[in-house]
Nanobody, 127 residues
Framework: VQLQASGGGLVQAGGSLRLSCVAS????????MGWFRQAPGKEREFVAS????????YYADSVKGRFTISRDNAKNTVYLQMNSLKFEDTAVYYC?????????????????????WGQGTEVTVSS
């Protein structure tokens, strides 16, 4: 599985960006998918995840109400719509795939349960 993330860039505080992550392979529709981020000098942290059918979504408290994760299985793509961006959202954003669906239930934020990772796309929010 190869993941290609895109959509990052420089945006002013209060602005919006939409990240996309395209996956290779024919079984994308069976994967749980997640977005994580890593700010300079900090550890990687969970941002959002979506179940394989799209029926369940989960968010970090810091982005709840501002970010929306979605997926289009026909396009092998998962999205992260980011609104009301804050300076502290500045980070490299990574999409991740969990083909075995081990991140179900309460384990959606466990990075170790995602087997495949994209290269990251950088988001910079200016204050």
């Amino acid at each position: 599985v190869q993941l290609q993330a895109s959509g990052g860039g420089l945006v002013q505080a209060g602005g919006s960006l939409r990240l996309s992550c395209v996956a290779s392979g024919r079984t994308f529709s069976t994967y749980h998918m997640g977005w994580f981020r890593q700010a300079p000098g900090k550890e990687r942290e969970f941002v959002a995840s979506i179940s394989w059918r799209g029926g369940s979504t989960y968010y970090a408290d810091s982005v709840k109400g501002r970010f929306t994760i979605s997926r289009d299985n026909a396009k092998n793509t998962v999205y992260l719509q980011m609104n009301s961006l804050k300076f502290e959202d500045t980070a490299v954003y990574y999409c991740a795939a969990d083909p075995l669906r081990r991140s179900s239930g309460t384990r959606y934020s466990y990075a170790s349960l995602y087997d495949y990772w994209g290269q990251g796309t950088e988001v910079t929010v200016s204050s």
